[in-house]
């Protein structure tokens, strides 16, 4: 895994990259996180499908070569 920082954020996470369709993310602390935020309790948080800052913020990183993403 690979750590990388949201751009929206700045929270830290670790990404790992099984193909390009697959994704895996482990967070440290979801509080920083707008989105998770805005869910309140963690029952809530648990819920929220992701985050979208993020998930750019991990489309871009792949594109820059910043992620590793094993051929396929």
């Known amino acids: 895994m690979q750590p990388l920082a949201?751009?929206?954020?700045?929270n830290t996470v670790l990404v790992a990259k099984s193909s390009l369709a697959h994704t895996s993310?482990?967070?440290a602390d979801?509080?920083?996180c707008v989105e998770f935020a805005l869910a309140g309790?963690?029952?809530e948080r648990a819920v929220?499908?992701?985050?979208?800052a993020?998930?750019?913020?991990i489309e871009d990183a792949v594109r820059?070569?910043?992620i590793e993403?094993?051929?396929e």
């Open 6 to 10: 949201c751009r929206s954020c700045g």
């Open 25 to 27: 993310v482990q967070w």
């Open 30 to 32: 979801s509080s920083r």
């Open 41 to 43: 309790s963690l029952t």
């Open 48 to 52: 929220v499908s992701g985050c979208t």
């Open 54 to 57: 993020l998930r750019a913020s």
């Open 64 to 66: 820059a070569g910043r």
């Open 69 to 71: 993403v094993p051929a």
